[in-house]
């Protein structure tokens, strides 16, 4: 999860300016104006996402604010079909909420991406040994 000021939104507006600048030396004021209006754009959506970014971060419980996966992207921890998850593991590794965390995803059934150091299928190996356990200080 990353805060505000994404480094390819950084890049976009810097390779806007440029063009701006660019139109500017050729005297093209229309495409001075194009750009000036897509730099404009480009601010105004990198703004709305650091807005949205924060009302995350509000509702966030505490907890989730002290993860080292705070300033991460979502993607390395909901990895697509197929992609390991030994990078986020390795994120999670020395995370200070690490169990806080894994009891979270246990709890909430949570069935998808990485939490507290285990992949989905791990957590439901925790879950089925849970269970045996459970059943046999029962009998
Ligand atoms: S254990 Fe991993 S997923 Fe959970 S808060 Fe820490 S870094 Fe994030």
């Known amino acids: 999860m990353r805060l505000e000021g994404s480094l390819p939104h950084i890049h976009a507006q810097a390779l806007l300016r440029d063009e701006y600048y660019q139109a500017q030396e050729n005297r093209d004021n229309e495409l001075a104006a ?3 209006r897509k730099a404009k754009a480009a601010l105004e ?3 709305l996402q650091a807005d949205v970014r924060s009302v995350i ?3 966030m419980s505490d907890w989730q604010k002290e993860g080292n996966c705070i ?3 979502n993607d390395i921890f909901f990895p697509s079909k ?3 998850v030994d990078y986020a593991k390795s994120i999670c590794a020395d995370c200070p909420v690490k169990s806080t965390c894994l009891e979270f995803a246990i709890d ?3 069935d998808k991406g990485v939490w507290g150091g285990t992949s989905e299928r791990e957590r439901r ?3 089925r040994q849970r269970k ?3 059943n046999q200080e029962q009998n």
């Open 132 to 134: 045996m356990v459970l």
């Open 34 to 36: 194009i750009a000036e």
């Open 45 to 47: 959506l990198a703004a």
């Open 125 to 127: 190996k925790i879950i």
């Open 108 to 110: 909430n059934k949570i």
């Open 71 to 73: 300033t991460m992207e």
């Open 82 to 84: 197929g992609r390991d």
């Open 57 to 59: 971060t509000d509702k």
